[in-house]
């Protein structure tokens, strides 16, 4: 009985001391790779949203949390216009930050669409000024979308404190802003979540009211391949001081 204590004890210890050896080697060695495979990845996609879209990404910091988590803090994308004696930039989209959950599993034995889980936006800022900015999300969407069919990506993405402005050149204005809003595929098919959505939108149709709209319990659910729209919602409805609508 004693014997088997002490193998007992033994294995204990020969677990501990590897644990110990690969938390002074291996995981600073880990992290340094990480980092470096980051850095080029990110340094990658700023180059092509540069040449597809002649935007730039920038952001303060990041850091990485082993073995599955990268964090970006003040993410800004921007268009970026020069003269002789200024830069001026004009941000289209900033967050506070982006945290990314990975799978490691899906870095070393999976597939890149595997890798990617969960990712979480905080304090998301969209400013868009039409046309000048429409020909601009053509060419996003396409740098981002896939040139081969498949299953979607299995993930959830999660913002908190959520805002957007569209400003068209007859002088209309849209706003929102959202509580909170998450994504997921995790059934294979995109589900979409808001509890409270609030848009206005500014029209001189209108005269000096906007109509502003409320969304609650905003669900909406499609097909893999987009080709069926589901949604629900209790809408209210005013402009001005005139109630338009109140409907579940």
Known sequence: ??????????????????????????????????????????????????????????????SVVLPYRISFYGVEVFRETRSESAILRRKLLAASEIRLRLDPWAAIFG????????????????????????????????????????????????ITGMSASLTQADLRRYSASLSSF??????????????????????????ENELFIQATMFELRSEADLSRLSASAEVAARLGEIQLASQA
Do not use: N
Not at 139 to 152: E, N, Q, R, V, Y
């Open 182 to 207: 998450q994504l997921s595929t995790l059934s294979g098919a995109p589900e979409a979540i808001i509890p409270t959505a609030l848009l206005f939108i500014a029209d001189p149709a209108f005269g």
């Open 111 to 158: 597939t890149p669409a595997e890798l990617l889980k969960h990712a979480e936006i905080g304090d998301l800022d969209i400013d868009l000024q039409f046309p000048d900015d429409q020909d601009t999300l053509k060419k996003i969407t396409t740098l981002f979308s896939s040139d081969t069919p498949g299953a979607l990506p299995r993930l959830v993405i999660d």
């Open 1 to 62: 009985m004693v014997r088997k204590s002490a193998r007992w004890i033994l294995a204990i210890l020969i677990a501990l001391t590897f644990a110990g050896i690969l938390s002074l080697f291996a995981l600073p060695r880990m992290r340094t790779l990480l980092e470096s495979k980051l850095e080029s990845a990110v340094y990658s996609l700023q180059e092509r949203l540069y040449e597809q879209t002649g935007l730039r990404l920038g952001y303060s910091y990041a």
